[in-house]
């Protein structure tokens, strides 16, 4: 099994900035992809952001790409999305999911483990 736990989401002002965090811990060495997801209410749970363990070329959400970065600390088993410039649109439950899928994937049924989610709101 893998735990995961996101942090740092919030609430923020249109342009501004934030951080999220999502640690694993558990058997970690049974994923290989790590993706970021979100949810706005009324939406469908697409997905933003998806990078390997072992590195590469992430994927992003076309609506995304630019203003958010995909990274990851192995050595802490941790993944992060530093989201810039943000806007109204993406006020969302955002939430960290790991794959034991071996290429990079956007597909939900092909995440094993999800994280329990954080909350991102960006005020206009």
């Known amino acids: 099994q893998v735990q995961l736990a996101e942090s740092g989401g919030g609430l923020v002002q249109a342009g501004g900035s934030l951080r999220l965090s999502c640690a694993a811990s558990?058997?970690?060495?049974?994923?290989?992809?790590m993706g970021w997801f979100r949810q706005a209410p009324g939406k469908e749970r697409e997905c933003v952001a998806v990078i390997r363990w072992s590195g590469g070329s992430p994927y992003y959400l076309g609506t995304v790409k630019g203003r958010f970065t995909i990274s990851s600390d192995n050595a802490r088993n941790t993944v992060y999305l530093q989201m810039n410039n943000l806007h109204a649109g993406d006020t969302a439950v955002y939430y960290c999911a790991a794959s034991k899928f071996v290429a990079l994937t956007t597909s939900r049924d092909r995440y094993d483990y999800w994280g329990q989610g954080t909350q991102v709101t960006v005020s206009s």
């Open positions: 558990g058997r970690t060495s049974s994923t290989y992809v």
